[in-house]
């Protein structure tokens, strides 16, 4: 009794497991198939999210049926929980939300809690906790606060069919679970080789292996990718464009990396209208060439030691979670060699090609014996067309569960994880503890209003458009991408003052947003004491850079702001007295 007490809290699987085997193991198919719908779902707006999880809600009735679902559309849209209960609506009362994954309860935003409390949901199913540190558990531990039973597969029942749609929540969020387990970013390895194993012909013409059907998928692939990457010799060979042109997901940044920098002045890659480039190089390779790509607006970003783990390592600490590797063997023996390849992504055509120096898939890996060949794991065959795909895992997802606190632990942030120094406080992305939390009364977020203030005022209807767009813009991220390409591409757009006003933007905003939430203001107010620095690499005006070489204005916004609401607690403080 106490085994079966334990392992199923839930009143009505328990009594199921008790009186009945059969009906124990209907519960968890039927648990089973909602959690791996709430994976499906998520993993509909994959690569939208990052650097956030992706995350899908289904909510089902006790008859079994589904009443409402929803997933998270992009980085500070409404939460998949919130959706899900919205499309259910009464039917949400009494009913079990299947989550893929405990949700984000990010810097005391408890959006996604509430809607599933307010809506009387009465048991929550969680196929993964959060796999980051300082978020973990605290959403599980609310809900059960708040009387709702919850769940959670792997720890308070376990089954074969669990199991599997425990993966398929771990699969779906892949690259967060690898950021918060290692520094590199989740890599994939793709490639199209005919059935003789070539990925092009000995003259190295490459277009096309694989079918029109089967370059769908990979651009599919690419719109769910933070960047795609490609060798030097790529680009010399077939010119690419590297762009998701499905219709679909956002735009990948396209990546070159080139020893040399022996690389063509005509290039579709150095056309960054609409999808931006970064070549990383060898410190101190063709300078005027440099010169050249900064001319293009390419980014060019010098490496004491060129080689794939440490553009990775560099790729981690600029966010990026996920990048796609298109190169050609060369580089991908390198990466494999590295041990930066988690998975593969084969598509194998049914042509012959020949040619004994006609190139393949990877390049030498130094091994002379067949048991030295990696074996790939959690393989799966899927045919595409003409095509056969073959994928499958070099590394395994780290498994979350040796690592989960107990109910009752405080979670406190490790200090050794990020060696930085205690007197300064580096924040850049949502998921790190003093991340930017953009939800803003008018504007959907302080993104949005600082994109739109670069057009407004100026007496163009293209530019109200903008504007406008912005607006309504999804996503601060979409808001972003608006209000940066249209700079790029129609400077005529922008206000001409617009380099004198937007640090007063940017703090009017700021102010606005620690104003309307106090539990963002209370954030602030605990780092006194610390220098804030926005830790982007890139961004030398709002952030510090890679070596402390940016101006982090934005650092410096959020100490001016920090001083103010000091001030005035202290000038409040002493009228209390005075009193
Ligand atoms: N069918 C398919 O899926 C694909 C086919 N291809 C085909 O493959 C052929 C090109 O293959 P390949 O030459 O292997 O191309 P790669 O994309 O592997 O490029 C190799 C280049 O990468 C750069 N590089 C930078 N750092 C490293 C490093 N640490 N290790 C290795 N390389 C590094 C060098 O550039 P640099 O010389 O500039 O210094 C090197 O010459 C072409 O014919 C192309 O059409 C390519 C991609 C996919
Ligand atoms: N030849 C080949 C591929 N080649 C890869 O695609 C790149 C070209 O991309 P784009 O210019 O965007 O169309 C090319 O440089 C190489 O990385 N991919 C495939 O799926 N199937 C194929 O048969």
New binding site residues.
Partial sequence: MALSFRICSSPLICRATLSNGDNGRNHHAIDAAFIRRAADLAEMSAGLTSPHPNFGCVIATSSGKVAGEGYLYAQGTKPAEALAVEAAGEFSRGSTAYLNMEPGDCHGDHTAVSALVQAGIDRVVVGIRHPLQHLRGSAIRELRSQGIEVNVLGEDFESKVLEEARKSCLLVNAPLIHRACSRVPFSVLKY?MTLDGK?AASSGH?????SKL??TR?FELRGGSDAVI?GGN?VRQ?D????ARHGQGHTPTRIVMTQSLDLPEKA?LWDVAEVSTIVVTQRGARKSFQKFLASKGVEVVEFDMLNPREVMEYFHLRGYLSILW??GGTLAASAISSSVIHKVVA?VAPKIIGGSKAPSPVGDLGMVEMTQALNLIDVCYEQVGPDMLVSGFLQPIPDLLPVIPSEDATVEIDPSVDPFEPSIIFFYKTWDLYGKNDDYMTWSSVEHYYQANKFVGVENPMAHDCVEKIRTARSPEEAALIGRSTLRQKPELVRNDWEDVKIEVMYKALKCKFSTYPHLKSILLSTVGSVLVEASPHDLFWGGGREGEGLNYLGRLLMQLRSEYLGESSVSAENTSSA
């Fill in positions: 199209a990925i490459a277009a096309w292996i694989s089967s370059r990979v490609v790529t077939d690419p464009r590297l762009t579709n298109e190169c598509f």
